[in-house]
């Protein structure tokens, strides 16, 4: 099993730039989540795909932000135009629908993205 | 969202002793508890579940204290390789099918 797959690892952009997360889930898994961590704020749900739906995507921050899931194997989350405040890791995580022991099964994340906006 | 708290530390502990940290939840309707660590630049990983009556791995002991709204880890007779972030996580539903709200984490140091 080769986990969630995230890239690129790092990414350095300067501000306006467009910029395009990419992450391919566990193969089977149903859910897919988009994840920002920052040290102020934490770990924040932006977005979140069952069976390549949007489900929620409340936690987006703007409009600047987007994010896709063309099939069950690939999903991009866009920022356009990126700003120095959208600097963080981003993670990308999947899950089984299948209840595994309490609360259901457990979440899956990828390495992150490290984003860094000039 | 309703918010998960975790005291953010860091705390620095010896080898060998015995630390324990809180987190409380402010959604009644909770019901799925987790921890989850992360280690330094690295992706969360999942510890622990946390049952209602309390469950045990090893040295990691987990509680959860529904009239208090706060769910507890212990760890005994600590090693270097505990030193990590240890994220409390919550499901506000009963269902498998709602996002986890994790906490900002409690930062664990343990020292030679």
């Known amino acids: 099993d080769a986990g969630v797959i995230q890239s690129p690892r790092h990414e350095v952009t300067e501000m306006g730039q467009e910029v395009t997360l990419r992450c391919k889930p566990i193969?089977?898994?149903?859910?897919l989540f988009w994840y920002r961590q920052t040290m102020m704020r934490g770990l924040e749900l932006l977005i979140y795909f069952n069976n390549n739906v949007p489900i929620d995507d409340s936690g987006m921050p703007e409009d600047r932000f987007s994010a896709k899931m063309p099939n069950a194997s690939f999903s991009t989350l866009k920022i356009q135009p990126s700003e120095p405040r959208d600097s963080a890791v981003y993670f990308c995580?999947?899950?089984?629908?299948?209840?595994?022991?309490?609360?259901?099964?457990?979440?899956?994340f990828g390495n992150g993205t490290r984003l860094t906006v000039t | 969202r309703k918010e998960v708290e975790q005291d953010p530390g860091p705390f620095n502990v010896p080898e060998g002793a015995t630390v324990a940290f809180n987190c409380t939840y402010s959604?009644?309707?909770?019901?799925?508890f987790f921890w989850y660590r992360q280690d330094c630049r690295k992706e969360p990983k999942l510890l622990m579940s946390v049952y209602s009556s309390g469950n045990e791995d090893g040295r990691f002991t987990a509680q959860l204290n529904r009239a208090s709204q706060y769910i507890s880890l212990l760890i005994r007779d600590s090693k270097l390789s505990d030193s990590a972030t240890y994220l409390c996580v919550v499901r506000e539903f009963n269902s498998g099918n709602t996002p986890l709200v994790f906490g900002k984490g409690t930062r664990l140091s343990v020292i030679a």
């Open positions: 193969s089977g898994h149903d859910y």
């Open positions: 959604n009644s309707a909770s019901q799925s």
């Open positions: 995580a999947s899950r089984t629908a299948r209840v595994v022991g309490a609360g259901g099964s457990p979440l899956h």
